[in-house]
């Protein structure tokens, strides 16, 4: 990049200097680059936060299915929910977590963002007609800095209007020091601000020093600097940090560079592809959960002589007819018709399993029919223990006799 200031050329006497678009073009890039962080960070989450939910979904839609269909039906779907259970969605813990990182980075870069449109502003906002009036370097290269105690009509605007802020009395020293440092509505004598300029040198200390503008000037973590004698920008951009603490600069910058790193570090998947069923013959727990609840064999499963049976069977069971292997069984599951009455509050008309995405409603429903399994159960279970004890009574009563 070239130089900030040193290429400040051809100016009218009305307008001071004036500034070559490339001469700010690196500030302006580090600055979108950081205006875009966030809306990023926003979209990548949104994606993962949507795979989480995916996978909770189809999870409770396999428990819909398997706890309202028949006994002998949803028998069948245990070795393939077994399978599916592999498949984890982050807890809410990861994912707050993962929030709280976002946030983080996303708010120091803002700040160091705020810290590029300061010097930005700093030099764009050059005014003079000669070379005692330049900003950081005039046209020759030299320092802008004249006399004692005097920073000339360079810089900040200020946060609010004031006599000194007008004319030809634009940006006084005073001024412009007490209102680039102090806090909103406090003031500050300007030969004290030696540590808090927004505007850091590159040894981690303010660039003003007794109303003085220091020989050099660094910003953006380092990546970003201007050299009072050589006189040349440059910034360095990475598509991704490769580790935290390796930047310099003031330690604002650094933090911001880590809180990005550490973000980077928590990323979350952002993908989700539902299991293919006929993938599951190869899964050890499904072969396991195919002996135990389709073979009703409850000995323990060996590897060596229960594999290749128990994959021949899952091959059988789960066979895809589909070329785009969407299995029928997503299909059988998906097309589920859900009464409406029990999830939401209309009273008629179903909806199919599959169109249902809200977690709360598919929690409403396996709790429904839950519930309904219990007292079906509990109905059936009933009679079967009256009869029971009719047959007792019976049984001893010819014992009797």
């Known amino acids: 990049a070239n130089s900030v200031c040193h290429n400040i050329r051809n100016g009218s006497s009305d307008s001071g200097y004036l500034f070559h678009t490339r001469d700010l073009a690196a500030a302006v890039r580090a600055s979108g680059k950081i205006a875009g962080y966030s809306s990023v960070e926003e979209s990548k989450l949104t994606e993962a936060n949507n795979a989480r939910e995916k996978i909770i979904s189809d999870r409770l839609r396999l428990a819909i299915f398997a706890a309202a269909s028949s006994t002998e039906r949803a028998k069948n779907f245990a070795p393939f929910q077994v399978y599916v259970r592999k498949q984890r969605a982050p807890s809410a813990t990861e994912f707050s977590a993962a929030v709280a990182k976002a946030l983080a980075a996303t708010h120091k870069l803002a700040f160091l963002q705020g810290n590029i449109a300061e010097f930005i502003i700093l030099t764009a906002t050059a005014y003079g007609t000669s070379t005692t009036n ?10 802008v800095i004249k006399g004692v105690n005097k920073l000339p009509k360079c810089g900040l605007k200020a946060v609010e209007p004031s006599a000194e802020n007008t004319a030809g009395n634009k940006l006084k020293s005073a001024e412009m020091f007490a209102k680039l ?7 500050a004598p300007a ?3 030696t540590v808090n300029c927004p505007l850091s040198h590159r040894t981690g200390t303010s660039i003003v020093k007794a109303e003085t503008l220091q020989e050099s ?6 990546y970003l600097y201007t050299d009072h004698s050589g006189g040349d920008a440059m910034i360095k951009l990475q598509t991704t940090i490769a580790a935290p603490g390796t930047e ?5 910058y650094k933090e911001a560079y880590e809180a990005a790193y550490a973000s980077e570090a928590a990323r979350l998947s952002t993908e989700y592809n539902r299991k293919d069923p006929t993938q599951a013959e190869n899964d050890k727990e499904a072969q396991k959960a195919h002996k135990l609840y389709i073979q009703c064999d409850p000995t323990e499963f060996n590897e060596a002589t229960d594999a290749a049976a128990e994959k021949s069977s899952l091959t059988s069971l789960y066979k895809s007819t589909d070329a785009d292997r969407n299995s029928k069984t997503w299909k059988i599951i998906d097309a589920m018709p859900i009464p409406k009455s029990i999830f939401t ?8 399993l599959g169109s249902i995405t809200d977690i709360n409603d598919l929690l409403t429903i396996l709790e429904h029919y839950s519930i309904t399994n219990r007292v079906a159960d509990a109905k059936t279970i ?3 223990r ?3 004890e009719v047959a007792f009574k019976k049984t001893k009563t010819a014992e009797e006799k």
């Open 345 to 352: 509050t209309e009273k008629n008309g179903n909806q199919n």
């Open 382 to 384: 009933e009679p079967m």
């Open 217 to 222: 000037l660094m910003m953006a973590g380092g």
């Open 191 to 193: 030969a004290s601000m």
């Open 386 to 388: 009256k009869a029971a």
């Open 134 to 143: 330049g900003c950081l370097e005039d046209a020759a290269g030299s320092t």
């Open 248 to 252: 310099t600069g003031p330690p604002a």
């Open 181 to 187: 440092t102090a806090a909103a509505g406090a003031s």
